[in-house]
């Protein structure tokens, strides 16, 4: 394969992207990166001022077209009005990244309310399987497409800070699963495992997290926002055509076990 042919693969032009948490963090990362190499980006977050200025942003930027739509995933009735409002626009959807995620503090696990946890399970699994069952049913019946699901180490290695949300995300690594086989052939499932990263959560982190992490993670540092891309571009384009039901780590090293 030619240097050409290569690129060709990581080509995204003209492919429609649909990132939840697209605003900012990794979810703006994977979006400016997307819209870099060709894509035409659905920015979706809550709060449509955030998605106006991310998608202005990465137009500026990129000189690509980027539509911000506001969306609490958590919410499936928003969810079915973000899939139809993205559908009425562009009349197809080929790549959905399920991004948008949150983990509330809580004191101790007894401190747990149901409602902080319905809201976890809610934002980082329920929202996550509507939309990709909205789309990926679409994308079956269509031109296919590629599901890119962002879970956490947290699904494999959660702490005491994360339970319901390693919980939820655990959930997401199985819901790859499910729907790579659901799907296939004509849409690829798959998940992005990240560990610690430089987004706003990290403001939160004290000397002491941030010197944990160094000492866990093999790389010695969280990674930061942009590390994200090189994952998320392989996912999305025709470079992982034959990548399914995959779960890529990006998480610099870390050993999971007792
Ligand atoms: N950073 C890390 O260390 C790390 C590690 C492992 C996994 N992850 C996962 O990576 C993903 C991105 O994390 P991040 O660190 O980039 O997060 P972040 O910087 O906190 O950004 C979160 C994004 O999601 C949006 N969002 C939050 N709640 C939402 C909801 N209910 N509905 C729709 N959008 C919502 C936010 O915008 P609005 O405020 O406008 O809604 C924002 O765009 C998450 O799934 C997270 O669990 C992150």
Redesign the pocket.
């Known amino acids: 394969m030619n240097r050409e042919a290569i690129a060709q693969h990581f080509d995204l032009t003209d492919r429609i992207i649909l990132v ?9 990362e994977m979006s400016r990166a997307f819209a870099e190499a060709g894509a035409t980006v659905v920015i ?4 449509q001022e ?2 106006d200025r991310a998608a202005e942003l990465i137009e500026r930027e990129t000189g690509r077209a980027c539509l911000p739509i506001a ?4 919410d499936w009735e928003a969810c079915d009005a973000l899939v139809e409002a993205v559908y009425e626009k562009y009349d197809r959807i080929d790549v959905l990244v399920n ?5 509330p503090r809580y004191e101790t696990l007894g401190s747990v309310t149901r409602e902080l946890w319905d809201k976890v399970i809610a ?2 699994l329920a ?1 996550p399987f509507r939309l990709s069952v909205l789309v990926g049913e679409q994308m079956a019946h269509g031109d296919g497409g590629s599901i890119i699901n ?5 699904a494999v290695a959660p702490t005491a800070a994360e339970i319901p ?1 390693g919980t939820a ?1 655990a959930g997401i690594n199985n819901l790859t699963a499910g729907l790579a086989r659901t799907f296939a052939p004509a849409v690829r499932t798959n998940c992005i495992m ?9 403001d939160a982190w004290s000397e002491e997290v941030k010197s944990a992490i160094g000492a866990i993670v093999p790389m010695g540092r ?1 990674g930061e ?1 942009e590390e994200i891309i090189g994952a998320a571009l392989y996912l999305a384009s025709d470079a992982s055509r034959y990548t399914n039901g995959a779960v890529i780590k990006v998480d610099g090293g870390m050993a999971y076990g007792n």
């Open positions: 939840t948490g697209g605003s900012r963090g990794l979810g703006f979706s977050s809550r709060k955030s998605c969306c609490h995933v958590g991004n948008a995620g949150m983990s934002v980082n929202g962002i879970s956490s180490t947290a949300y995300k990240p560990g610690p990263f430089l987004t706003d959560i990290s969280a926002p």
